[in-house]
């Protein structure tokens, strides 16, 4: 299961995208934005991942859903990609 969250570092005011495995709670990558074609190249480039658990951001669920309809989404993975990444 592929966690999927946004982040926003407030001084910089730059915005990434942690993946992070929610199983094992380890963080998988970080994606330099929150745009929808940075995070379709990732998901087209990596086909592991039957679940996503994502955040509450639209463009996310439509990347998911673009990519593919056999890509299952649930619930919101702020709590997994922040403690895969407080390690």
């Known amino acids: 299961m592929l966690?999927?969250?946004g982040f926003a570092l407030q001084e910089e005011k730059r915005?990434?995208?942690p993946l992070v495995d929610v199983e094992s709670g380890r963080a998988v990558d970080v994606l330099p934005d929150r745009e929808c074609?940075?995070?379709a190249a990732w998901?087209?480039?990596h086909h592991?991942?039957?679940i996503i658990c994502r955040d509450r951001v639209t463009a996310y669920s439509k990347t998911i859903e673009a990519i593919s309809?056999?890509?299952i989404t649930v619930g919101y993975a702020?709590?997994?990609s922040r403690?895969?990444?407080d390690g």
Do not use: I, M
Request: aromatic share 12%.
């Open 3 to 5: 966690g999927v969250d």
């Open 69 to 71: 309809k056999s890509l």
């Open 78 to 80: 702020s709590p997994f």
């Open 83 to 85: 403690r895969a990444l």
């Open 37 to 39: 074609d940075t995070f």
């Open 48 to 50: 592991g991942a039957e």
């Open 15 to 17: 915005y990434g995208t």
């Open 43 to 45: 998901l087209t480039a």
